[in-house]
């Protein structure tokens, strides 16, 4: 067979593809008769009445030389970790915008970080496909550093995020490029298990974030460069609970929700999504408008919910943050347009345990906390 059929076979086959996931994605809709939007506002339900002053920039953690990539909170609220492009985890107490510690790694390429539940070591991952352990309270070497407690190898491709199971300081999950997921047992360093690869009903493409269920920690759910979403029982790694379609980009960010019956996605395609995690049904997207002229939209590279989950923070890559209202899918709020807000892409952001703070990451090397002011209560 020559070149010439070759590639023709390839187009025909790839407008076959992409006419049965047209032919999918009608038939989902055809089955929805309604959203969670259309819902609640045809039983009265509107929008969250926000002012500017409602969510106030509070704080502004100087300190990085590089872009901002990755934050996590401890859980007590007080403390905040951050990774950055110049090689560092900057830990941080929050009420006061001290460093507590500047921790030099190995290799500067880091994209991830996350506190373990007792808040005393921290993890981080990046582009030398392993994921590195430093316990907080460990003895400084002569150079000031802080010497890695663990160091987790075994993916074939970078890092790109990592969290440790709730409540289990031994267990922490990885996704990477190399299109898997590993469950880690943190003091051996060994994996216990790795969901995706060679299984046919892994991702198929790079995986970019994961998020663990706090109502039921065996379940977690991920989000790749293939479009999708997948839901992971940690213990039975061989195959995908189930497979959630609906982004038609890359998925950059997954969270639950509050109830550990949903979860929400981002992506590159502009949107957010909720979907319902036991019926795989798209509950709702929330959309963004073109930014500019040519009508492109900025990708959605960070999410988290309010503690009620009524409120949905998204980050952009154009430097905007919205606050979403989930019920009635109305943007409230948009701290990119406030002051003091960031000057560059939104990496990344993360909600305090008590949801009464919010910490942005950016590329314009700052992390900033949002706090509600006045009598707004946290919700």
Sequence with gaps: MSVTELKERH???????????????????????????????????????FGSTDLVCCRTLQGHTGKVYSLDWTPERNRIVSA??????????????????????????????????????????????????????????????????????????????????????TRLITSSGDQTCVLWDVTTGQRISVFGGEFPSGHTADVLSVS????????????????????????????????????????????????????????????????????????????????????TVPSVTSIAFSISGRLLFAGYANGDCYVWDTLVAEMVLNLGSLQNSHEGRISCLGLSADGSALCTGSWDRNLKIWAFGGYRRVI
């Excluded at 025909?12 to 809709?29: H, W």
């Excluded at 979860?263 to 590159?268: A, R, V």
Aim: with cysteine; net charge neutral; proline share 2%.
């Design 11 to 49: 187009v025909a086959a790839t407008e076959q593809v992409n006419a049965l996931r047209e032919r999918l994605k009608q038939g989902r809709q055809s089955l929805l008769d309604t959203d969670v939007a259309e819902y609640a506002k045809s039983h009265g339900r509107t929008a969250i009445s």
């Design 84 to 169: 950055s492009q110049d090689g560092r985890l900057i830990v941080w107490n929050s009420l006061t915008s001290q460093k507590t510690h500047a921790i030099k790694l190995h290799c500067a390429w880091v994209l991830t970080c996350a506190f373990s539940p007792n808040g005393q070591s921290v993890a981080c991952g990046g582009l030398d496909s392993a994921c590195s352990i430093y316990n907080l309270n460990s003895q400084v070497e002569r150079d000031g550093n802080i010497p890695v407690t663990r160091v987790l190898t075994g993916h074939k491709g970078y890092v790109s995020a990592c969290q440790y199971v709730p409540d289990q300081d």
């Design 212 to 295: 663990i269920n706090t109502s039921n920690s065996n379940m977690f759910v991920s989000g790749s460069c293939d479009a999708t979403a997948r839901l992971w029982d940690a213990r039975i790694a061989s195959r995908a609970v189930k497979i959630y379609h609906g982004h038609e980009r890359d998925v950059n960010t997954v969270k639950f929700f509050p109830d550990g019956q949903r979860f929400g996605t981002g992506s590159d395609d502009g949107t957010c999504r909720l979907f319902d995690m036991r019926t795989g049904h798209q509950l709702q997207v929330y959309n963004n408008q073109p930014s500019n002229s040519d009508n």
